[in-house]
């Protein structure tokens, strides 16, 4: 079992809609969560960290965790075309690394 | 305030040559990683350091892959006899602290062995 996993996608959705992005991990113990967009060509660019239960917002953007449930997703609300990009979730585990899912690509349709 | 820098931004070997690839961290960052990405792939953690010690190196090839850290200058990964399949992004990020785990990405280094 991968330690991280995403949807690969692609996800499509038409601009101005809400994107939701989903992850889970298979650290129970894991405490630190990320998201990263990556444009292609691109370095990772982090969007959000999320360290508790519940919902965490920034601009357009809102992370959810769950820890009961090991899963974290991301929210973008008000899509537009310059959303379009692949989305890393990365979870901080109990071993001390760092581990990045294989990322999930969204197309924002204008 | 600058942010992480690396270079070469790209990097062309013939197979059998060395590869060395430099990271800068944001100034008052002292932890450095390096990933790999291969088209198509995730990004796979490959070594952790700070200031002059390894601290975690369990993604890192065990034979021909080397890094360090030195107390003056940047963060260097060396590949030795570069093969074909070495041919991947090298991904540097840094962070301020352990505590702190938000890494800050420079912008790769593209590895093209010939």
């Known amino acids: 079992q991968k330690e991280v996993e995403q949807n690969s996608g692609p996800l499509s959705v038409p601009e101005g809609a809400i994107a939701s992005l989903n992850c889970t991990y298979s650290d129970r113990g894991s405490q630190s969560f990320f998201w990263y967009r990556q444009y292609s060509g691109k370095s990772p660019e982090l969007i959000m960290s999320i360290y508790s239960n519940g919902d965490k917002e920034d601009g357009r953007f809102t992370a959810q965790l769950n820890k009961a449930s090991q899963y974290v997703s991301l929210l973008i609300r008000d899509s537009q075309p310059s959303d379009s990009a692949t989305y890393l979730c990365?979870?901080?585990?109990?071993?001390?690394?760092?581990?990045f899912g294989t990322g999930t690509s969204l197309t924002v349709i204008p | 305030n600058a942010g992480v820098m690396q270079n070469p931004r790209h990097l062309v070997r013939r197979r059998g040559q060395e590869a060395r690839l430099r990271c800068s961290p944001m100034k008052g960052h002292s932890h450095v990683y390096w990933y790999r990405q291969l088209p198509e792939e995730g990004l796979k953690f490959m070594v952790y350091l700070q200031k002059e010690n390894i601290i975690d190196e369990s993604g890192m090839p065990k034979e021909r892959f080397s890094a360090e850290f030195p107390k003056e200058g940047p963060s260097i990964l060396r590949i030795q006899q570069v093969v074909r399949g070495d041919s991947a992004a090298y991904f540097c990020?840094?962070?301020?602290?352990?505590?702190?785990?938000?890494?800050?990405f420079g912008p790769g280094t593209r590895l093209t062995v010939t």
């Open positions: 990020a840094s962070s301020p602290t352990y505590t702190n785990y938000e890494q800050y």
């Open positions: 990365a979870v901080f585990d109990t071993g001390n690394q760092f581990y």
